[in-house]
């Protein structure tokens, strides 16, 4: 396949619980609804760009198992193309109980804690890193891997993709943007001050100086903050929010595919932001005939050549 974008990074299943209330502990609740399917941050973009039309390769690390083999599966069923590296830990995982305006989830980093940088072959025009925190072998070598992509000429992107309570080992992602070896940083306001180890506003302005950044802000939006640029896009206001796990993750992949298509980095966020609107909406990444109907549908047909790149 002639990849244009490399994905690099966490995948898994994704166990989704619809509950009513968490449950005291020692004690068990019943879900209304139970979803299986696939996660893993760095795996929701390549998914998401594959749908949209992107020739997409993912790099991950999986276990010789059932979940494993369910991993591969649905990756190349989205039309994406998975190089996974079968390591003899256990297929990550991760369950989430989901209530009225909140999550709770429990992650098992398992296999890709494993995936190293000797694993991936960085190809096309776009590299993205996500899921920095379950990468425990790749993480100290990530500015190798940004360094080498940028070398080869490809655009290069980061999302920390999960959270951790010890942020020590941030410096080697917060290194490489220093040394200028990263084009996006994709991530919230809190995320981006504890990678900077900065107050917010300190954090950005020092971010800035030497990559662009994609703020996620949830309702209210997305921010691009680049140095002598910065434009807001705001969430719409006609959405039925259904799904909001791996809405992060859409948007970088609506934003990602938008910059491919028209080199342009504010029209790139509103698009971004026209890709996670339906995902939200629907609860599934959409098509780019998909996406055509719903920007038609929701702000007029006039839209649909500003938001729908070719």
């Not at 309570?165 to 943007?177: I, T």
């Not at 981006?192 to 030497?210: N, S, Y």
């Not at 996620?216 to 921010?223: E, F, I, L, V």
């Not at 698009?271 to 038609?296: D, N, W």
Request: with cysteine; hydrophobic share 40%; net charge negative.
């Amino acid at each position: 396949m002639d990849v244009e974008v490399t994905v690099v990074g966490d995948v898994n299943p994704d166990l989704l619980y619809a509950v009513d209330h968490l449950p005291e502990q020692g004690k068990q609740v019943i879900a209304r609804e139970l979803h299986v399917k696939l996660g893993g941050s760095a795996a929701n973009v390549a998914v998401a760009l594959a749908r949209l039309g992107v020739r997409t390769r993912f790099y991950g690390a999986v276990g010789n198992d059932v979940l494993g083999k369910f991993c591969r599966h649905e990756l190349r069923a989205a039309g994406v193309d998975p190089v996974l590296t079968t390591v003899t830990a256990a297929t990550g995982a991760t369950s989430a109980m989901e209530t009225p305006g909140e999550r709770t989830m429990v992650s098992f980093r398992g296999a890709n804690e494993f995936l190293d940088t000797t694993h991936v072959d960085p190809a096309g025009q776009w590299i993205h890193i996500s899921g920095y925190w379950h990468l425990t072998t790749l993480r100290p070598k990530i500015g190798e891997l940004l360094r080498i992509s940028k070398e080869k000429g490809l655009i290069t992107s980061v999302d920390m993709g999960s959270w951790s309570d010890d942020w020590s080992e941030a410096k080697y992602l917060r290194n490489a943007v220093l040394a200028g070896s990263v084009d996006f940083l994709l991530m919230d306001e809190q995320e981006l001050a504890r990678l900077m180890d900065k107050p917010t506003e300190e954090a950005i302005e020092i971010a800035r100086a030497h990559a662009c950044i994609g703020l996620h802000q949830g309702r209210n939006g997305a921010t691009i903050l680049c140095r002598g640029l910065e434009h807001h896009t705001p969430a719409w206001e006609n959405i039925e929010v259904n799904v909001t796990t791996g809405a992060g993750d859409t948007w970088n992949a609506g934003f990602i595919w938008g910059y491919l298509r028209t080199n342009d980095v504010s029209r790139a966020s509103d698009i971004g932001m026209a890709v996670v609107e339906f995902y939200v909406e629907r609860g599934y990444p959409p098509t780019v005939h998909e996406l055509k109907r719903f920007v038609r549908e929701k702000m007029g047909s006039d839209a649909v050549e500003y938001l729908v790149p070719r």
